[in-house]
């Protein structure tokens, strides 16, 4: 491989379906990755992508973005959440994700079967602490890097807890750098192309703060790339005025809007602002 290509796939909870739009772009574009990058839902997301690395695996996503199963991930009533988070420190029960990953990956998946390479990452709870999984079982460290705290609870591995991963690391450009890409591909879901406003709300404080530092950790990777490393962030044609909202992230009906316009205004950049290259990929 003399220029490794990396797909960087994002967090943004059910944001994450732009990330399908996205990729059928690349994928019709001629762009296969040589390693997948993954943090949260982009965990989830590129888990899929790195089993099968082709145009085909859009087709899966689409199907799973609007499935039974993926609703029922934060399907929980009210009273049930309220229940849980009375007794416990999250709303809803990890079970139906396990469910889900383990339909599409297989209950004994490792990283070793994947066709190409493949990192996510979570938050060390007892080491405050960014951790990148890259081996061993698969499922696992895919719950580890989605696991939102207060939604679902903390992954146990190996004796010690962990997180969602976009926490400590939440477009991670820096680590497809490391691992030796020289054309990136950053799969975001939105966050970034809106403008940041002071809050109103009690919960838009913790939204705005979150989005200060995980601004801030891209801007400065970005600023420090390598002469020989390009990047391209995909556009997500644009999101919705309940985005913001605190209950959004159970709002499912919207996935195959933000699919289409994601797929839309990404294949316009992909034409517009890259060009391929014969040694890309090869």
Known sequence: MQNPVAFVLGGGGVLGAVQVGMLRALFRGGYRPDLVVGTS???????????????????????????PEAAEVYGDSIARQVRRFAARTHLHSPMPLRRLLISELGENASFGDLKVPFHCCAASIERAAEHWFDSGPLVDAVLASSSVPGLLPPMEIGG????????????????????????????????????????????????????IARRHRFARELASLPDDVRVHVLPTGGGESRDDSPWAYRDMAASGRRISRAYTASRRYLSANVTPSPGIGA
């Open 160 to 211: 010690e807890h962990f997180v969602d991963g976009g926490i400590v690391n939440s477009i991670p450009i820096g680590e497809a750098v490391r691992l030796g890409a020289k054309l990136i591909f950053v799969l975001q879901v939105g966050r970034i192309e809106r403008p940041l406003v002071a809050p109103r709300r009690p919960w838009e404080v913790a939204q705005v703060a979150f989005e």
């Open 41 to 67: 839902i982009g965990a989830v997301n590129g888990a899929l992508v790195a089993a099968d690395p082709s145009e085909a695996v859009t087709e899966r996503l689409v199907r799973l973005w609007s499935s």
